[in-house]
């Protein structure tokens, strides 16, 4: 285990520390201090609201609301006004258990800090999947969710004219708002057929509001002649310095490329292939993992209302599966009253009436994660010279040489080639190399955990640890005489 060195600065002993500040974790500490405890809200984003709420940049506060940033705004109130200690541009990257609790060690504003709860929520929400593609590292290319950060934040398309291409409902919300910020559309291309949304029907009957909403980013699209690929890919990035074009093709039941192909002029792409689960964080603080592709892949063990097995600790969330922001917002909430019964408070009337409430919007989300849930075709996007490690520069024929060695696991793979030991994480690679080796070894991918997670979470400035440490104060004997 690696521990901080004695320079950290130390805050008093915390009721309920909150890490994430997106819809289920800024909902969890609401929920906690309305029953009167202590809460730090922690995130590594400057203001609450997470991915899906994210402020807008204050160079735009005056651009028109969206259902998006009127929801963030609210959230963002209501935090204010519940006097919770929030703290923005904080990443945690080692979590200890302690005697009296947990110490949670941060990097903030480039010092280090160690904060000491009595019950820890984490809330970290999901990063996006790319199935790597060749050229898919090239400049302009961007993932769907990280495009609609740059909507929510700046206000800015990706680019003058841009293909999108990915899974489920998202990629025709990028779309959407490319078109709304003034960006060209080129083509959306996505494996999904109408076949599969039509079979998606019953779950839209319960959310009309959004069903609607989708229905008129659709008719938009088409009204205004962008030609929409069903049950397509785009296959390859063209281009020398950066994005010049995309080569489409068409795919099949299996989502393997099928056929011939064609090419669509763009200098930027926005491409996902589906959200995962960030289970990092509570991997570290000692809660199991178990394999669920309907819920995103791999995801933290957890009971009812977000409990865990491991005493004082509570998930909700993306983090806990891919169940869309409805159910995140209440989730959180349920898990923020287990914190604070956990310490005394008295609320399972309250997580009574809202569990209900929690699997009706799960059951909506979870029909929507489905659309992107992978099928076994998708691997074949990736080519034997594709980067799939982008911090290592790793393709995946280097990968498949350490897989023909032995390395029949992500740990293996890590330890021979460093893949997931760069910046990222592996956030960025980890998935697609536990699908290649299921396949290369013909295992279910519920054979191939990932890497077990090791601190620091995300790199921390060797400055930062070392602070104010002088060699001259070591106490170092002198030498004996000879």
């Not at 819809?23 to 203001?47: E, I, M, S």
Request: charged share 20%; glycine share 10%.
């Amino acid at each position: 285990m690696l521990h901080l060195c004695g320079t950290a600065q130390m805050a008093d002993l915390i009721d309920i520390l909150v890490v994430g500040a997106g819809p289920a974790g800024a909902n969890a500490a609401l929920a906690a201090a309305r029953h009167g405890k202590h809460v730090v809200l922690l995130d590594v984003q400057v203001k609450p609201g997470g991915q899906i709420w994210r402020a807008k940049d204050s160079s735009i506060l005056s651009a028109p609301q969206t259902p998006e940033s009127s929801a963030g705004d609210a959230l963002r109130a209501q935090i204010t006004k519940a006097q919770i200690d929030h703290r923005g541009s904080t990443r945690i990257w080692q979590i200890e258990r302690q005697s009296k609790g947990w110490d949670v060690h941060v990097l903030r504003d480039g010092e280090v800090e160690r904060l000491t709860t009595k019950a820890l929520v984490l809330a970290t929400g999901a990063h996006e999947f790319v199935q790597p593609i060749p050229g898919w590292t090239k400049p302009g290319v961007f993932g769907l969710a990280g495009a609609t950060a740059l909507f929510k934040q700046n206000l800015s398309p990706p680019g003058q004219r841009t293909i999108v291409s990915g899974t489920g409902p998202l990629v025709f919300f990028v779309a959407s708002e490319i078109r709304r910020l003034g960006g060209t559309v080129a083509a959306v291309v996505t494996p999904n057929t109408r076949r599969d949304w039509v079979a998606k029907l019953p779950a839209l009957a319960r959310r009309v509001d959004l069903a609607l909403r989708g229905a008129l980013w659709i008719a938009h699209l088409m009204m205004n002649r962008i030609p929409i690929f069903w049950g397509c890919s785009v296959v390859s990035v063209e281009g020398v310095a950066r994005v010049e074009g995309a080569e489409i093709q068409k795919l099949d039941a299996n989502w393997a490329p099928k056929g011939e192909t064609w090419s669509i002029d763009a200098d930027s792409l926005c491409l996902g292939h589906g959200l995962i689960p960030s289970i990092e964080a509570p991997q570290l603080s000692g809660v199991t993992i178990s394999y669920r592709s309907d819920l995103g892949g791999w995801v933290p063990d957890i009971g009812e209302d977000g409990a865990t097995s491991v005493e004082g600790v509570f998930l909700c969330g993306d983090g806990t599966g891919i169940r869309g922001a409805a159910a995140a917002e209440l989730h959180g909430t349920l898990a923020g009253l287990s914190a604070a019964e956990h310490l005394g408070a008295r609320t399972a009337k309250e997580r009574a009436t809202l569990r209900s409430r929690f699997n009706r919007a799960a059951r909506f989300g979870l029909a929507m994660t489905a659309l992107s849930t992978p099928r076994p075709g998708l691997a074949m996007l990736t080519k034997p010279d594709t980067i799939v490690c982008r911090c290592e520069s790793l393709t995946q024929t280097r990968i498949a040489q350490e897989v023909e060695v032995g390395a029949a696991s992500t740990n293996a793979v890590k330890s021979g080639l460093r893949a997931g030991m760069g910046p990222c994480g592996g956030k960025y690679c980890q998935t697609a190399i536990a699908r290649f080796i299921a396949v290369h070894e013909n295992r279910p991918e519920a054979e191939i955990p990932p890497p077990a997670p090791r601190p620091p979470l995300r790199p921390v400035p060797v400055s930062a640890l070392s602070a104010d440490f002088d060699y001259d104060d070591l106490p170092i004997p002198k030498p004996a005489p000879l």
